[in-house]
């Protein structure tokens, strides 16, 4: 289990001196082995910071984070480096946070040299493995990012996050930007990924209506605070809380337009 507790994490306002203010305020979360749950909120309320602590990207001010039995948020660096592929952060910006002058190859097997020490034939193989689960071409291997598609990038993060055989993945608005078709066939084949491995997701997202179809449990921030949990939602009159019934009012206005 990855779990958080009482999780505070703050930050300076730009151009303010000492003024800092709560990014995340007493954030407690737990998220089950093999199972998928959401952070559902608007842009601005913490889901992101929450993020980068939960992944150990960065230390929280307040509060501790566990994975399993050990106590992350009181690991030495070293401690930190042996468990840092097992809870994986896929960003946003797909092409951003791939490295250009690499091709697809180098980028699989980095982590692979950098975590586990494979030796070159090992990391072939895996790499092979990897392209074959996220269904990429292996002819793409030699390929520099730029060079795929939108959906072809996606992919690769997700390939590279798997590299690690991690215990989790945490995908940070990943889906933002692309078209209704191109997202409707990412999160189908991350469903399908999701019932073969049985790895922990946690899909942070602005749009309710992601967070619905992924399934699981649904945790609604705002603020720096989670302000409402869901366990397996079937109906949007599950949720309760005023702020949840405007996210569901946002969901029936998109479906609207749609039509």
């Not at 979360?29 to 960065?58: F, N």
């Not at 092409?95 to 950098?114: C, F, K, R, T």
């Amino acid at each position: 289990m990855l779990r958080a507790e009482h999780i505070t994490k703050q930050y300076s306002l730009p151009d303010s001196g000492h003024t800092v203010f709560d990014a995340v305020s007493d954030v407690s979360l737990e998220l089950k082995d093999g199972c998928v749950s959401s952070l559902v909120g608007e842009s601005g309320s913490g889901k992101s910071t929450l993020a980068r602590v939960l992944s150990y990207i960065e230390m929280p001010d307040i509060g501790k984070v566990f994975l399993g039995d050990l106590e992350v948020t009181s690991c030495k660096r070293k401690e930190i480096r042996s468990v840092r592929g097992k809870v994986q952060l896929v960003m946003q910006n797909a092409l951003g946070s791939l490295d250009p002058h690499q091709s697809v190859a180098a980028i699989l097997e980095e982590p692979l040299q950098l975590l586990f020490h494979m030796k070159a034939q090992d990391r072939r193989c895996r790499c092979l493995e990897l392209m074959d689960m996220v269904r990429l071409e292996r002819s793409t291997l030699s390929h520099r990012p730029n060079e795929l598609s939108g959906g072809q990038q996606k992919r690769l993060c997700i390939a590279r996050a798997l590299a690690t055989r991690p215990q989790y993945i945490i995908f940070d608005e990943s889906f933002n930007g692309l078209d209704v078709t191109l997202k409707k066939e990412i999160l189908g084949f991350l469903k399908e990924l999701h019932k073969e491995l049985q790895i922990g997701f946690l899909i942070i997202t602005h749009d309710l209506d992601t967070a619905m179809y992924m399934e699981g449990a649904i945790h609604v921030m705002r603020r720096g605070k989670i302000i409402e949990t869901v366990e397996q939602p079937h109906h949007f009159s599950d949720f309760q809380e005023p702020y949840s019934q405007m996210l569901v009012k946002a969901v029936r206005s998109k479906r609207l337009a749609l039509q």
